[in-house]
């Protein structure tokens, strides 16, 4: 009898235990089917298109907490309720999910029922899958009938949010994920007047802020996409160019294991070999890279635009002495030393299911939530535009975003890999360079590794 | 007989009490797996389009580098959790039973405390202990001036599997120690006193006496060790993140990651499922080689 038991319970803790593994996959199949019950019943409440009377409601996804303040959100919701305001013909009803992976997650589960929102957020990368499975409606259609409205974005800022030609979303904002924030008092100490403008000098710099006994660059790299979308986004375009990436983006011959790319990864090593990181760098996350910065213990960081507000929410004497500048040029490469990784990163798509049918309510609200006088909204508060704005009201702007804008403005955008190359490939590359950065393998071999999986998923 | 009628339950309400509970583990658990087992033959990466690729995947699995060096790294926690672990709360035991122990209370519920914990805290808790300029491990290393032996903790790869073993050795001692405790409560008084009065000692009697009578017990615990340990996921996703590189990489994270962070959802499932075979093999291993010890 308790041999049984014992056999009982054996097998049915192995089962139970083995299988809550498994829920975790499966349970998206169930979310989707309530989520499309539910999609369904809200549909047979939607009036039908054309009939003037009834208003048209918009469904509005997007993944910033209400309660959370911030610059962009605000204005979309002010730019929102103001539209509400001059158009009773149209409803706009939004569901914010406050967090990212929770939002893509339902938005991915969505799209496979075919019942995306009419106007919801989405990453490029993301968009190019939906674009591929035909579950997102292309936008040419309403841009090129407003050509002002089209016209007014700035350049490449349809770059991201483009997929075999056709633009599948509009952008928002424009961000860059490649910035050197660097402490000017720290470089003076040690010696260092301007920021380096060559590779040599930028390593002589970082030799130098050592011997001070300081850490040269913060990097919390934990999650893995920093070392990749802040720094080798960046610092492979300095030796690439773009032709480079492009042939990697259109499957157009170009390699990973091609010697410029295999020379920006031994670059990277190299500036870890030579102590440029703190140690422990691989442990440590984004956050925890601004708090080394702001204790003093490193002299600079490098992060995308969104991390200005929080430089100026640090430590008074910090904020008061940071800089921005970007990676130098570097000997014999083919980009063009005066840009930085950037873009649109994300846009306002709509799904293919509610821009059928309501075309022209989508393009009104997709102006309002995009347009001059969003973005005139934004620039006020300091945020990068996608827009076009010359005359704004610059008081209230933070003294770090005036210093961003005016090095912004002389920059180009190069892509930033992690929007344009395919999720595992992006898996594979920004594990390799934490092992990279701790020299525990060669450029060569992550380089082959990399090109080994995007010719798998290709 | 009065008393064995008024136990007996109609079959219906047996039934429609079971119900909840089942439906429950149905949906939850058997469904999920089956559905699991479904986009594992399927090449799906979170769109619309699914095509049923076969065993690709699992062909694909039996070469995969990763998946093979994140079984090692399941593995290794298991042993250094089994061993560790459970010599730990054998100990434990034996000095509970001891009569020289004091405040057994105190003890015993300073240790289970953590049990209760959410793996998530007490990732965030170890991160911190094991921080390079913060933290606690390396101040206590400084202040005995034991500088030499000072290391980035989670960022040597030939290290770092152990240094996230330990939190789970720490967390769940309780957990074999509390069965542990209550199986030799269930060892009768009377041996133990025939033992006092033969002068059999302490160390004689753990080994002799409770050890055996206890057997049984410690292979539930060992059991319910391994397969908990097969499927470590929280601790180690908050304090590395399967990184640097892939060196404390374990199979749930793995599948999570091919999963959701690559969209491979169909190479996702079949990792899951590839754990799910493993596991139920390596119990089953472990019940015949215990099973032999036994008789």
């Given at each position: 009898?308790k041999?049984l038991?014992?056999?009982?319970?054996?097998?049915?803790v192995?089962?139970?235990?083995?299988?809550?593994v498994?829920?975790g996959?499966g349970?998206g199949q169930n979310?989707a089917?309530?989520?499309?019950?539910?999609q369904s019943?809200a549909?047979?409440?939607?009036?039908a298109?054309g009939s003037?009377?009834e208003?048209?409601k918009i469904?509005?996804?997007?993944?910033?907490?209400k309660?959370k303040a911030?610059?962009i959100?605000?204005?979309?919701r002010?730019a929102l309720?103001d539209?509400?305001k001059n158009?009773?013909d149209?409803?706009?009803?939004?569901?914010a999910?406050?967090?990212?992976?929770?939002?893509?997650?339902?938005?991915?589960?969505?799209?496979?029922?075919n019942?995306?929102?009419?106007?919801f957020?989405?990453k490029g990368s993301e968009?190019a899958?939906f674009?591929?499975?035909?579950?997102?409606a292309?936008l040419d259609?309403?841009?090129?009938?407003d050509a002002?409205?089209k016209?007014?974005y700035v350049?490449s800022?349809?770059?991201d949010?483009t997929?075999?030609?056709?633009?599948?979303?509009?952008?928002y904002s424009?961000?860059?994920t490649?910035?050197?924030?660097?402490?000017k008092?720290?470089?003076a100490d040690a010696?260092?007047?301007?920021?380096p403008?060559t590779?040599?000098?930028?390593?002589?710099m970082?030799?130098?802020?050592?011997?001070k006994g300081i850490v040269?660059?913060a990097?919390?790299?934990k999650?893995?996409?920093?070392a990749?979308s802040c720094?080798l986004?960046?610092?492979?375009d300095?030796?690439t160019?773009?032709?480079?990436f492009n042939g990697?983006?259109?499957n157009?011959?170009?390699?990973?294991?091609?010697p410029?790319?295999i020379?920006?990864?031994a670059?990277?090593?190299e500036l870890?070999?030579?102590?440029?990181f703190n140690?422990?760098m691989?442990?440590?996350?984004?956050?925890q890279?601004?708090?080394?910065?702001?204790?003093?213990?490193a002299?600079m960081?490098m992060?995308g635009?969104?991390?200005?507000?929080?430089?100026m929410a640090?430590?008074?004497?910090?904020?008061?002495n940071?800089e921005?500048a970007?990676?130098?040029?570097v000997?014999?490469?083919?980009?063009d030393?005066?840009?930085m990784?950037?873009?649109?990163?994300s846009?306002?798509?709509?799904?293919?299911k509610?821009?059928?049918?309501?075309?022209?309510?989508v393009?009104?609200v997709l102006?309002a939530?995009s347009?001059?006088?969003?973005a005139?909204?934004i620039?006020?508060?300091?945020?990068p535009t996608a827009?076009?704005?010359s005359?704004?009201d610059k008081s209230?702007?933070?003294p770090?975003?005036?210093?961003?804008?005016?090095?912004a403005?002389?920059?180009?955008?190069t892509p930033?890999?992690?929007s344009?190359l395919?999720?595992a490939?992006v898996?594979?590359?920004?594990a390799g360079?934490?092992?990279?950065?701790?020299?525990?393998?060669?450029?060569?071999e992550l380089?082959?590794?990399i090109q080994?999986?995007?010719?798998?998923?290709? | 007989?009065n008393h064995a009628?008024?136990?007996k339950?109609?079959n219906?309400?047996?039934?429609?009490?079971?119900a909840?509970?089942?439906?429950?583990?149905l949906?939850?658990?058997i469904?999920?797996?089956?559905t699991?087992?479904?986009y594992s033959?399927?090449?799906?990466?979170?769109?619309l389009d699914k095509?049923f690729?076969?065993?690709?995947n699992?062909a694909?699995?039996?070469?995969?580098?990763i998946?093979?060096?994140?079984?090692r790294?399941?593995?290794l926690?298991?042993l250094?959790?089994v061993?560790i672990q459970m010599?730990?709360?054998f100990?434990?035991?034996?000095?509970?039973?001891s009569k020289?122990?004091?405040l057994?209370?105190v003890?015993?519920?300073v240790?289970?405390?953590?049990?209760v914990?959410?793996?998530v805290?007490?990732?965030?808790i170890?991160?911190?202990?094991y921080?390079n300029d913060y933290?606690?491990?390396n101040?206590i290393?400084k202040?005995?001036?034991?500088?030499?032996?000072?290391?980035?903790w989670?960022?040597?790869?030939?290290?770092?599997?152990f240094s996230?073993?330990v939190p789970?050795?720490?967390?769940?001692?309780?957990?074999?120690?509390?069965?542990f405790?209550?199986?030799?409560q269930?060892?009768?008084k009377?041996i133990?006193?025939?033992c006092?009065?033969?002068?059999?000692?302490?160390?004689?009697k753990?080994v002799?006496?409770t050890?055996?009578?206890?057997?049984?017990?410690?292979?539930?615990a060992?059991?319910?060790s391994i397969?908990s340990?097969m499927?470590?996921?929280s601790?180690?996703?908050?304090m590395?993140?399967?990184?640097p590189g892939?060196?404390?990489?374990v199979?749930?994270?793995y599948?999570?990651?091919?999963?959701f962070n690559s969209?491979q959802?169909?190479y996702g499932?079949?990792?899951?499922?590839?754990?799910?075979?493993i596991s139920?093999?390596i119990?089953?291993?472990?019940k015949?080689?215990?099973?032999v010890?036994?008789?």
């Open positions: 009898m041999r038991l014992l056999k009982g319970t054996c097998t049915a192995v089962l139970s235990v083995a299988m809550s498994l829920a996959c349970s979310a089917e309530q989520s499309a019950a539910a019943t549909a047979l409440e939607t009036p298109p003037k009377s208003p048209v469904s509005f996804m997007d993944l910033w907490a309660d911030e610059n959100s605000t204005s979309v002010e309720a539209f509400q158009n009773a149209i409803i706009v009803e939004e569901e999910i406050g967090d990212q992976t929770a939002y893509y997650t339902k938005i991915k589960t969505l799209a496979a029922s019942e995306l929102p009419d106007i957020i989405c968009l899958m674009a591929k499975n035909q579950a997102v292309p259609e309403i841009l090129d009938a002002a409205w016209e007014g350049t800022a349809f770059d949010l997929s075999d030609g056709k633009i599948y979303a509009v952008p424009m961000l860059s490649h910035v050197i924030y660097y402490n008092k720290i470089l010696g260092v007047q301007a920021f403008e590779w040599a000098d930028f390593k002589t970082i030799d130098k802020i050592k011997a040269p660059i990097l919390g790299n999650e893995q996409w920093v990749e720094i986004s960046t610092l492979g300095r030796f160019g773009p032709d480079w990697i983006k259109d157009k011959g170009a390699k990973f294991t091609d410029d790319f020379k920006s990864l670059a990277l090593q870890g070999k030579a102590g440029a140690k422990d691989n442990s440590i996350n984004n956050d890279q601004k708090t080394l910065y702001f204790n003093g213990k002299a960081f992060e635009s969104w991390a200005i507000g929080a430089v640090g430590p008074e004497e910090i904020a008061g940071t921005v970007v990676l130098p040029s000997d014999g490469g083919k980009g030393p005066k840009s990784s950037g873009g649109a990163g846009g306002f798509a709509s799904g293919v509610g821009f059928g049918s309501k075309k022209e309510a393009a009104k102006k939530i347009g001059p006088e969003y005139k909204s620039a006020e508060k300091g945020e827009y076009k704005v005359d704004y209230k702007v933070s770090l975003a005036v210093k961003y804008a005016e090095m403005s002389k920059l180009k955008f930033i890999y992690d344009y395919n999720p490939v898996s594979k590359m920004n360079l934490q092992e990279l950065l701790i020299s525990t393998i060669t450029p060569e380089a082959k590794r080994a999986e995007y010719e798998k998923v290709k | 007989m009628n008024s136990l339950i109609k219906s309400t047996l039934l429609s009490l079971l909840p509970g089942l439906a429950i583990y949906f939850v658990i469904v999920p797996l089956f699991a087992l479904g033959l399927t090449n799906w990466m979170g769109g095509t690729i076969g065993l690709e699992y694909a699995l039996v070469k995969d580098e998946f093979w060096s994140s079984l790294n399941n593995l926690i298991v250094l959790t061993i010599g730990l709360a100990l434990l035991t034996v000095l509970f039973m020289a122990m004091k057994k209370e003890h015993r519920t240790i289970f405390l953590p049990v914990l959410s793996a805290v007490v990732g965030f170890w991160q911190m202990i921080s933290g606690l491990l101040a290393l202040s005995l001036g034991l500088e030499n032996l000072i290391s980035p989670l960022d040597d790869p030939d290290q770092v599997i996230v073993t789970l050795i720490w967390q769940y001692l309780g957990v074999p120690l509390i069965i405790m209550s199986a030799v269930g060892i009768p009377d133990y006193e025939v006092e009065l033969d002068g059999v000692g302490g160390i004689k753990a002799f006496i050890f055996p009578l206890i057997y049984d017990t410690i292979k539930v060992i059991m319910l397969s340990n499927l470590v996921f601790h180690i996703y908050v590395t993140g399967g990184g892939t060196s404390s990489m199979l749930a994270q599948a999570y990651n091919t999963s969209m959802l169909g499932s079949s990792i899951a499922i590839g754990i799910f075979i139920f093999g119990i089953i291993i472990f015949k080689l215990a099973e010890k036994q008789e």
